[in-house]
């Protein structure tokens, strides 16, 4: 039997960068009547990271492994991050003088589980789905309970 594909859509934000930031995505299968959306707001970070985390949760949504998944995002830095397989590069290095270990060492976990292609979508571009997420991922940051991005408040406060 043929495996669904999923569609994931992503998108992050941050108001300051660094400041409150927030992710928004959306789960859809494709050929069913499936349509997921989940944001969540975070009090202090940075855009990359919530970029970074919103195809993190999303990846690790997925109930079943291996699935066929084409992850849209208009994240250059993430999209970059893997296709041109700089990742691994990093990994190799154990992320020695990297931002955001932590979210990269969580990602290539459940990266790998899954069969992920990265289809790069034009931000802020009439593209319905990019702008539902990018509205979700700003209202979070604005909006609601925020949680702590603890990785990066800790380093933050190292680098000052």
């Keep these: 039997m043929q495996k669904a594909q999923i569609h994931i859509y992503t998108d992050g934000s941050a108001l300051g960068n660094p400041g409150p930031g927030g992710y928004g995505i959306i789960i859809e299968l494709v050929g069913q009547n499936y349509y997921k959306e989940y944001a969540q707001g975070y009090a202090f970070t940075t855009n990359n990271r919530m970029e970074l985390l919103g195809v993190?949760?999303?990846l690790e949504k997925l109930k079943e492994q291996p699935l066929n998944v084409v992850v849209f995002s208009d994240s250059k830095y993430v999209i970059d991050?893997?296709?041109?397989?700089?990742?691994?590069?990093?990994k190799a290095k154990n992320f020695k003088g990297k931002k955001n270990p932590d979210l990269w060492k969580r990602f290539l976990t459940i990266?790998?589980?899954?069969?992920?292609?990265f289809q790069w979508v034009k931000g802020h571009n009439d593209h319905p789905q990019n702008e539902r997420c990018d509205s979700l991922a700003v209202n979070a940051a604005k909006?609601?309970?925020?949680?702590?991005d603890v990785f990066f408040e800790n380093e933050s406060k190292k680098q000052h």
């Design 81 to 90: 991050s893997v296709e041109k397989k700089w990742v691994y590069g990093w």
């Design 143 to 148: 909006n609601g309970t925020k949680e702590k």
């Design 111 to 117: 990266y790998e589980q899954h069969n992920v292609k």
């Design 56 to 58: 993190i949760v999303a």
